[in-house]
């Protein structure tokens, strides 16, 4: 590996309790693998120096920590999860300092919100295992982790928040119109008609639907023949009523939504600190899922590839916002009991590998507010 200059004294000693781990697992005292590279100075062996930023950490200083050209070999996996480990372990007690600052100003805003005519609720929903949130992120050891850029710590951006509600919108709303989306034709037509912003265009389209949807499969008639076209107007006015709530919530081409999705911030208390750990998936079947001219069969006889990764442990508090101006549409999006988020969080999960179990949360409760007080010199 190419020869670095030599970092600076207080870069050396931010990195030293990383080195030292490293010296203390290699024999002779020489670092694994030729991790380090000559010219960074010997380890310094004072005391460690927080880690003030860890989204700069995890982002930038991983090609010096880890041999980034052989993090996939079985020593490059255990200086992988090592890096992990030592973001863990010595990250800056600041970190729950700043979430607790973020708060404050994003209740600041939903106080000027409600000024200009806004009525805001949230949600506070804990994780039941472990969450993860842009593991496909580009980082150079593969997985990634959405970090807030400024302050460090995880977040679940409102991009997300909303994605999440808008799909189970989508699902339950043809569920509660029993519609078939099981059956390809039946739920691509019902996901396009959603996106359609023009009544007429979008009556027809739902007109075809019914059909299909009443006739139990994608091969049906443009509209059956037992059904008319009185109770058939019925019928699409009624459906339209629902992708039309379903527009107003999320926009349309042309039109933004009426409901605004915050990023949802981690909650900590005094005292506490938010559970990070490191989590790993170990494929068995490597070269059945790459796939080739001559595929492989999924065997037991291959060599498991393990993949560490970081990620928010179990009991992890979050704070859902959710803002409109339309109280019907606020009921709807976050009601405890009917609404589209608290039952995707409890039902589906949010992040990453769901279908795995991963992001499952409960719902602690969902208060009603309608603008941020102060209590204490800090707003709740």
Request: charged share 25%; aromatic share 10%; hydrophobic share 35%.
């Amino acid at each position: 590996m190419k020869e670095l200059p030599v970092l600076p004294a207080e870069t050396r000693r931010l990195l030293a309790p990383f080195w030292a781990a490293q010296e203390e697992r290699a024999p002779g005292g020489r670092p694994r693998n030729g991790s380090f590279p000559a010219g960074n100075g010997a380890p310094e062996h004072q005391k460690p120096m927080p880690i003030a930023s860890l989204s700069l950490f995890f982002e930038k200083f991983c090609p010096v920590l880890v041999d980034t050209a052989n993090w996939h070999q079985p020593k490059g996996i255990e200086k992988k999860g090592d890096f992990y480990r030592h973001l863990i372990r010595y990250r800056s007690p600041d970190m729950e300092t700043y979430i607790q600052d973020c708060s404050s100003r994003r209740h600041r805003l939903l106080h000027r919100l409600k000024m200009q005519g806004y009525q805001w609720r949230y949600l506070k929903a804990e994780t039941t295992w472990n969450l993860i949130v842009g593991i496909g992120n580009a980082h150079v050891l593969e997985t990634g982790l959405t970090l807030n850029r400024m302050y460090g710590f995880p977040y679940l951006p409102g991009s997300t928040v909303k994605g999440l509600t808008r799909y189970f919108a989508s699902m339950a709303l043809a569920a509660e119109l029993a519609i078939p989306t099981d059956d390809e034709v039946v739920g691509k037509l019902w996901l396009e008609i959603l996106e359609i912003p023009e009544e007429q265009r979008r009556r027809q389209r739902l007109r075809k639907l019914i059909a299909q949807a009443t006739a139990g499969g994608s091969e049906a008639p443009d509209e059956p023949a037992d059904s008319s076209e009185a109770a058939m107007a019925a019928t699409v006015a009624r459906w339209d009523e629902k992708v039309h709530l379903f527009q107003r919530v999320f926009g349309v081409l042309g039109q933004k939504g009426a409901v605004i999705f915050f990023d949802a911030l981690p909650e900590v208390k005094q005292n506490e600190r938010l559970p990070l750990v490191v989590d790993i998936v170990n494929p068995h079947y490597g070269p059945y899922y790459v796939g080739n001219d001559q595929p492989a069969p999924p065997a037991d006889y291959y060599h498991p590839k393990p993949v560490q990764f970081l990620c928010v442990g179990p009991k992890a508090c979050f704070r859902f916002y959710v803002a409109t101006t339309d109280p019907e549409l606020l009921a709807q999006v976050i009601d405890s009991t009917k609404g589209w988020l608290p039952r995707a969080l409890g039902t589906w999960g949010i992040g990453a590998k769901t279908r795995s179990g991963y992001g499952q949360m409960q719902i602690l409760d969902a208060p009603v507010h309608k603008g941020g007080r102060r209590n204490g010199g800090r707003h709740e």
